[in-house]
């Protein structure tokens, strides 16, 4: 049996879940910026696939995905690094890395 | 004709003297009390010890009495709170409601002599009366040409003078100048003496208001102000506390019972009112009688029954009748003015004017008139036969009276009387009645200052006739009078009633009438030989037997409760304190002396009849003692006079009570006629149960469904609020997941459409 679409699709879904859990369920904001890499890394999982399987005619299509996940890899990058620097400063002003305690919009 | 165009002097002087009082001579009384106050407290001073008991004798409003724990406490009293001496202020407000009601009683006598023919200065009345002064408001926008308020007349305030005005205006008038002439002596030293004036001439006024009536919006005015005065006069003595044990109220129950009972009446009243002029489009009492013969006659004859409802709440009758003896909480020229002669005459009044609207609907509607006028007649004396509170007899005999009057009304219906044959009772018993009450504040006012208590109980009383005769032989008068004594006024104005119901084939209403005139004069004689008979010199009851000169005091009282009361003999020293009470003062006997003349001479109008209606039959004495039905009259009378003097003269008061409380049949009925039929024990409860019953259902509604409501939106908000703002957690992570799972709500959606779509 070969691979077929769907196997990169559950892929990604599933790496998209482990990702969101990951960015939900932590405390520590760096463990949080690791699950929004894993969630767009599934979906260039998923460009990926659906670039590879095309069978839509023009049959210059087959690009598209290919080129999207550039493109997220570089918007990632550039987010990384934006979260990166707002998480030393929260730091610098709060002592602490603890998403949980950053709610000064409580009730 | 000028004569009779100024008539509404009359009407309008009581109110004038009611404005000046209130507004002028009493706010002088409130000023100057403060200076009189401490001038007779400083001449009571000097007084001290000098009054040969060898102790300082206190003013009469001090109650000295043990403490708790023995010491001696001294207050005032609230019972009857007094002045030490009366201000200027107070004097004049006295006096000048007795001259402006002695003026406006000349010129109703003058009207009265001039149309019964017997002076002549001014031409005769026409039949249908003048119309004195008509006020016209017309309360509605549009209307049309002929002045009427789409279709329906327009409403006008009018004053009216014709034939059955003129007496009325008459009894009142003078009653009022009798009864305020009395309270100048009987109210000497009481402490609202101007307030009472003021009032009295409110009364008045109101009073006036109602007989000067030309339509039922008009009476209707006159009719709540009655009610009011009567509200303020009974409750005069506002700080008095009630008496259980005695079974009285406290004034200010009495006045609230007084009003509201009347009222009770008034909405039927009303209903009445409203039924006509929605159905004959006018409120006018001349127009009335020919615009209802177009009604349907069971309409007319419902709202006849309900018009007389207002009379039944006014005049006492059975079962609206209750209010009448907690009204004598009242003082007793209260009493004689309002509940004897004048404000319970209103109902009778107004269904004299109402008479031919009456003729004009069902015979049922007379029927109910005269049956409930029966019914209460004889339901009233034989309550009247076991009272032992002197003004609570003539409370009763006041409601038996009326009840007489309204048989009077309804067994007319289909005679040439009209509305003449209960007038005419009206006519005669407000002067006897007047002349019993006034007698019996006599009598109160000399025995309170004898023995420093309020004293109303019969079975202490004894012995007065020697010491105060000219009251003892008004009081006779007044008894003679009503009981139908012959050639008294009863015997013209009662006996003529009963003769009635006969002749018009009411065998019914004629067996009752005829046993009430009986226990009439029966329960009338009695209170008089318990009350003045026996010999003279100090107080002698009648327990001890005729001529034993005993004194007694009433006992049991602390326990509250008037079955619980008994006779105890008076201890010697208690003796002591006693004083022998004598004839009241100049000033409350030449009322007495001036009632006793119409009391006799007032039945002898024989023309009456036909004054009042014309084409009615007038008396005369020869028809009178030729009617085999009139010596039926004055035996079963005279038999009711006869067995009370052979009763309580010849037998000892003890000996009676003691057979009545041996027999189980009468001691029984004697109960159930002591606390008169229960029907108060009975009015009670349902407003303790039923109706305050309902209003806490009532308020329960309101506390918790309707406040609930109000309240409950406003929690309801308050919780969302509370509970919601949890929502907002502050952190990024609770966002994600709604967003996420906002997301995945979405998904699912969309692929369940396409999925179902295709």
């Not at chain 2, 017309?138 to 003129?166: E, K, M």
């Not at chain 2, 005679?415 to 007698?439: E, I, R, S, V």
């Not at chain 2, 005829?514 to 009695?526: D, E, Q």
């Not at chain 2, 308020?699 to 406003?714: E, K, L, R």
Request: net charge neutral; hydrophobic share 50%.
């Amino acid at each position: 049996m070969g691979l077929s679409l769907n196997h990169f699709l559950v892929l990604g879904a599933l790496l998209f879940c482990i990702g969101l859990y990951g960015a939900i369920a932590k405390h520590n904001a760096i463990a949080v910026l690791m699950g929004i890499e894993i969630m767009l890394n599934a979906v260039n999982i998923t460009m990926v696939g659906f670039a590879f399987y095309n069978t839509v005619k023009p049959w210059s299509t087959f690009l598209t995905g290919q080129i999207f996940a550039i493109f997220i890899i570089t918007v990632a990058a550039a987010e990384a690094a934006v979260a990166l620097a707002m998480i030393i400063s929260i730091y610098r002003k709060r002592n602490t890395v603890d998403v949980g305690e950053i709610n000064l919009m409580k009730w | 004709m000028a004569l009779y165009e100024y008539s509404w002097l009359i009407l309008l002087s009581p109110i004038f003297a009611f404005a000046v009082i209130l507004f002028g001579t009493r706010m002088w009384d409130l000023a100057t009390r403060g200076r009189i106050a401490a001038k007779a407290a400083h001449e009571t001073e000097a007084h001290v010890g000098h009054d040969g008991h060898g102790e300082p004798d206190g003013p009469d409003e001090l109650i000295h009495e043990k403490g708790p724990r023995g010491e001696d406490v001294v207050f005032e009293d609230w019972e009857d709170p007094k002045v030490p001496q009366l201000t200027m202020g107070a004097k004049v407000s006295g006096y000048l409601s007795v001259i402006i009601m002695a003026l406006a009683c000349i010129y109703s006598w003058i009207l009265l002599l001039n149309t019964a023919g017997l002076i002549s200065v001014a031409p005769q009345l026409p039949t249908q009366g003048i119309s004195l002064s008509q006020i016209s408001y017309p309360w509605c926008q549009n209307i049309d040409a002929t002045n009427n308020c789409f279709g329906l007349g327009s409403y006008v305030i009018a004053f009216h003078l014709d034939r059955l005005t003129i007496p009325m205006l008459v009894v009142v008038t003078s009653i009022t100048l009798l009864v305020q002439f009395y309270s100048q002596g009987y109210m000497e030293r009481s402490a609202g003496y101007a307030r009472f004036f003021a009032y009295l001439s409110l009364f008045a006024f109101s009073m006036l208001t109602i007989v000067f009536a030309a339509n039922f919006l008009v009476i209707f005015i006159g009719w709540e102000l009655v009610g009011l005065s009567s509200y303020l006069l009974i409750g005069f003595w506002f700080n008095k506390k009630s008496k259980p044990a005695e079974d009285r109220l406290s004034p200010a129950s009495a006045s609230v019972e007084a009003f509201i009972v009347n009222r009770v009446g008034d909405v039927g009243f009303i209903i009445g009112i409203m039924i006509l002029f929605v159905n004959t489009g006018t409120f006018n009492f001349s127009q009335l009688p020919a615009a209802v013969t177009h009604m349907d006659k069971t309409l007319l004859t419902v709202a006849m029954i309900l018009v007389f409802c207002g009379a039944i709440g006014k005049s006492a009758q059975v079962p609206l009748h209750v209010w009448l003896p907690p009204a004598m909480e009242g003082p007793t020229p209260v009493s004689a003015l309002i509940h004897a002669a004048t404000m319970v005459a209103a109902g009778v009044y107004m269904v004299g004017r109402t008479w031919f609207i009456f003729a004009a609907a069902d015979p049922l509607a007379f029927q109910v008139v005269a049956w409930i006028g029966g019914i209460s007649a004889i339901f009233a004396a034989v309550i009247a036969l076991v009272q032992t509170d002197f003004k609570r007899v003539l409370a009763f005999s006041t409601i038996s009276q009326l009840g007489y009057m309204f048989v009077g009304m309804g067994i007319a219906a289909g005679t040439a009387y009209g509305p003449g044959l209960g007038l005419f009772h009206l006519f005669t018993h407000a002067f006897f009645k007047a002349l019993l009450f006034l007698c019996a504040g006599s009598v109160l006012f000399a025995l309170h200052h004898a023995t420093h208590k309020e004293t109303q109980d019969m079975r202490v009383m004894g012995g007065l006739g020697p010491l105060m005769p000219i009251t003892a032989i008004a009081w006779l008068v007044g008894t003679l009078s009503i009981g139908g004594f012959p050639f008294f006024d009863s015997f013209f104005s009662k006996d003529n009633i009963i003769a009635e119901a006969y002749r018009t084939g009411n065998y019914g209403l004629w067996a009752v009438t005829l046993i009430t005139a009986g226990l009439t004069s029966f329960y009338m004689f009695r209170a008089f030989i318990l009350a003045f008979g026996g010999k003279g010199g100090r107080l002698g009851g009648m327990w001890g037997g005729t001529y034993r000169g005993k004194i007694y005091r009433i006992a049991g009282l602390e326990e509250g409760n008037q079955d619980k009361t008994y006779l105890v003999e008076m201890s010697p020293e208690e003796k002591e304190h006693i004083k022998v009470p004598h004839e009241s003062p100049l000033v409350m006997t030449i009322p007495l002396i001036i009632l006793m003349i119409p009391s006799i001479f007032a039945g002898d109008w024989f023309n009456f009849y036909p004054y009042i209606q014309a084409g009615a039959p007038a008396l005369t004495v020869r028809d009178v003692l030729d009617d085999w039905l009139t010596w039926v009259g004055l035996a079963v009378s005279l038999i009711g006079f006869t067995w009370a003097f052979v009763l309580y003269a010849r037998f000892e008061f003890a000996s009676v009570h003691d057979y009545v409380e041996n027999r189980a049949f009468l001691r029984t009925a004697h109960r159930i006629l002591l606390h008169k039929f229960y029907v108060d024990d009975l009015y009670n409860w349902i407003i303790k149960y039923i109706v305050l019953g309902l209003s806490h259902i009532a308020q329960a509604f309101d506390t918790y469904v309707v406040d609930g409501i109000v309240n409950g939106v406003a929690r309801l908000i308050t919780v969302l609020g509370r509970d919601v703002r949890h929502v907002e957690t502050g952190r990024v992570q609770t966002y994600m997941i709604g967003f996420f799972g906002g997301v995945a709500v979405l998904a699912i959606l969309v692929f369940a459409l396409v999925a179902f779509v295709k």
